[in-house]
């Protein structure tokens, strides 16, 4: 079994910076990929960035340049520096946990979500 814990969302203006934090807990095999998720309001889940153990990245898009993802593997938590935040960026953000196999999928865990808001 596998647990994940966000924090540290929040209300920010526009070109301010956040970070989020996921604490996972649990199966080593179901946690190798971490990924963070967010869902604005009337739009689907989308991908934001996922980190593997071994340490390789990769960004939506959208979040280039501006979000940098990272992991302190001995703590097994995982945070997502924001930068440059834009009002686009609201949203509930969701931590993932997973294997190579399910990232994202049926059979991951996912965190309860938090709540980033950037106002104009």
């Known amino acids: 079994q596998v647990q994940v814990v966000e924090s540290g969302g929040g209300l920010v203006q526009a070109g301010g910076s956040l970070r989020l934090s996921c604490a996972a807990s649990?199966?080593?095999?179901?946690?190798?990929?971490m990924a963070w998720y967010r869902q604005a309001p009337g739009k689907q889940r989308e991908l934001v960035a996922t980190?593997?153990?071994?340490?390789?990245?990769n960004y939506a898009d959208s979040v280039k340049g501006r979000f940098t993802i990272s992991r302190d593997s001995g703590k097994n938590t995982v945070y997502l520096q924001m930068y440059s935040l834009k009002p686009e960026d609201t949203a509930v953000y969701y931590c993932?946990?997973?294997?190579?196999?399910?990232?994202?999928?049926?059979?991951?865990?996912w965190g309860q979500g938090t709540q980033v808001t950037v106002s104009s």
């Open positions: 993932n946990a997973g294997s190579p196999f399910n990232s994202g999928a049926p059979g991951s865990t």
């Open positions: 649990g199966s080593i095999v179901n946690t190798i990929v």
């Open positions: 980190i593997t153990r071994g340490g390789s990245t």
